[in-house]
């Protein structure tokens, strides 16, 4: 059930623990107001008393639960909760056609995050929200800036140890995270929180020339030394390992006896630009 809201709201289980302590503290302090309210009122019946105590309720509890998610950090996700809440019983129907809102995590030039947002710039419900990196400097933020897209500089204690920014994610209403040329590995808080919503592309195809370390020139420099007839890139989803979980897409070059690491490395950002972000969009729409 844990797993379940975790992946729902999507938090982490510190957060969600704070979440669930926040709906127990809101709700007690709504009931006793609600009671003390009712014993200076002149109610003559225990029906009435009850009609009162439910309207009373209803109308102290979203009023009650910010009040306590103020100092539990979790004002953000409770006015979002409230503000759903209120439209379905307003009887407003969720959009079906809401937009979908996307991160970029990228350590590096940023070629491939490039290509994503030209790709969906025109798009009516796909948006690029955030460009998240983790290297000062980075080309990709130059690119952000100059496409007006958000960006967030992360350190890696945080990321790793402490909420994952998940706060930050939550806040531009992520759905779904791209990985392109992110160095970094996705802490398993984050893969729990977004299921089957983070997607890499790994410049070589998988299982071959994967893990740790193999990323950018040292995959293609491992390939070329091993007299590799073909080469190509793989897209997946992100799991707990390096390089490891479910294949979505693959796409292959040749390689001529006249190819060096170099060159292979402009094949292979050729497929890349050409198949990554229709991908992205196909998973999204399917």
């Known amino acids: 059930m844990f797993q379940k809201l975790k992946q729902r709201w999507k938090v982490n289980g510190i957060n969600l623990v704070l979440i669930i302590a926040t709906f127990a503290i809101g709700g007690s302090l709504c009931g006793r107001v609600s009671s003390w309210i009712i014993t200076y009122l002149p109610v003559e019946t225990k029906w009435i008393e009850i009609l009162l105590f439910i309207i009373f309720c209803t109308i102290l509890w979203p009023l009650s639960v910010l009040l306590v998610s103020f100092p539990l950090g979790q004002f953000a996700f409770f006015k979002k909760y409230i503000g759903k809440v209120f439209k379905r019983f307003g009887g407003k129907q969720q959009n079906t056609n809401a937009t979908i809102n996307i991160a970029i995590f990228a350590s590096g030039a940023g070629s491939n995050a490039q290509q994503i947002i030209n790709y969906f710039a025109s798009s009516s419900n796909i948006k690029i929200s955030l460009i998240v990196c983790n290297k000062p400097g980075a080309g990709v933020l130059s690119i952000a800036d100059k496409a007006g897209i ?116 402009q094949k292979i950002h050729v497929l890349e630009h050409q198949h990554y972000p229709k991908v992205i969009a196909g998973i999204i729409e399917k």
């Not at 204690?157 to 930050?168: I, S, T, V």
């Open 150 to 265: 958000p960006t967030l500089l992360i350190e890696k204690e945080r990321f790793f140890k402490g909420d994952n920014y998940l706060p930050e994610l939550q806040n531009f209403h992520i759905d779904y995270v791209v990985l392109a040329g992110f160095l970094w590995k996705i802490p398993p808080a984050l893969i729990n929180v977004f299921p089957k919503r983070i997607i890499n592309i790994h410049p070589a195809l998988l299982p071959n020339y994967g893990g740790k370390g193999m990323f950018g020139h040292h995959v293609h420099e491992a390939v070329i030394n091993n007299q590799e007839k073909e080469s190509g890139i793989t897209i997946h989803y992100v799991d707990e390992l390096y390089d490891h979980g479910a294949i979505i897409f693959q796409a292959k070059c040749s390689i001529s006896q006249n190819d060096t690491a170099d060159t292979l490395t």
